[in-house]
């Protein structure tokens, strides 16, 4: 888990989410944790999904030394959605898909209440709507395979940062640089583009605060689908996430192993703008 760099954009979404809704009592409808991602669905109908960060569970083995630091299965369900959000300051990787998932079921049922100060586009694809240009160089963080391939060969720079080179294909490893190269090459980039599952590992304050040069930045994925003041207040000029129209459906294809190409069915892409 990479929490070094500190967690306050976390924290200040869930002060937001406590300030517009903590009167409600919202309680968790279903949860299902799958290997690719994580669902919330809330009594309101409103449902949230988050990044499941598999690779990060060393501790995901049968045995009661581990049981503290995963979810508490079986009793999740029924659970005040509060108390799930919570989750999202854990440092224990499943408790925070949890909890990011809480957060942006909360946000969903916040942005359908308060669309004041900002802008959603339906149906909108995060890169169409950024400004990137022919000349722009442009770093990617985490290897989106939609992002690579509208973006290969159409700037005048692409670097992909990603901490595993194996998400690239044989063609695209010319664009790979380590993770650890971004603070060298976020500072220097026109267009920035981050993984939304960057704020599952409690990363994404610090990539958004090295992004100083940028002109746009892009925080895009399911898991982006969150309240969008305290991103916009960091700089996050596109925030492409998604809108899920059928909770019971998302959370049966999370269950079912579904990663976010089987998400059309349930969920449609939307983009949110200053």
Known sequence: MDDEHGNGLVEELIEVLEAKLGERDVKADKVAIGVFYTAVELDTGHTGVAFTPVREIPEAVCCPRSASRMPASGQLAGESAWDLLKYARSDSPLKVAVGIAALNALSAVAMEDRLGDFQVLKGADALDVAKVGADDEVALVGAFVPFIKK???????????????????????????????????????????I??????????????????????????????????????????????????????????????????????????????VP
């Open 151 to 193: 973006l290969k060969g159409r700037v005048g720079r692409l670097w992909v940062l990603e901490k595993n080179p194996q998400a690239l294909k044989a063609d695209e490893m010319s664009l790979y640089r380590p993770a650890e190269e971004a603070p060298d090459l976020l500072p220097r980039a026109d267009v920035v583009v």
């Open 195 to 272: 993984s939304g599952s960057a704020i599952v590992h409690h990363s994404l304050d610090y990539l958004l605060s090295l992004c100083t040069s940028a002109r746009e930045v892009v925080v895009a994925g399911p898991t982006a689908s969150m309240y969008p003041d305290p991103l916009f207040s960091r700089g996050v000029t596109v925030l492409g996430g998604i809108a899920i129209n059928d909770g019971d459906e998302m959370v049966r294809l999370v269950a079912e192993g579904g990663s976010g190409y089987f998400f059309d069915g349930c969920a449609e892409k939307v983009v949110v």
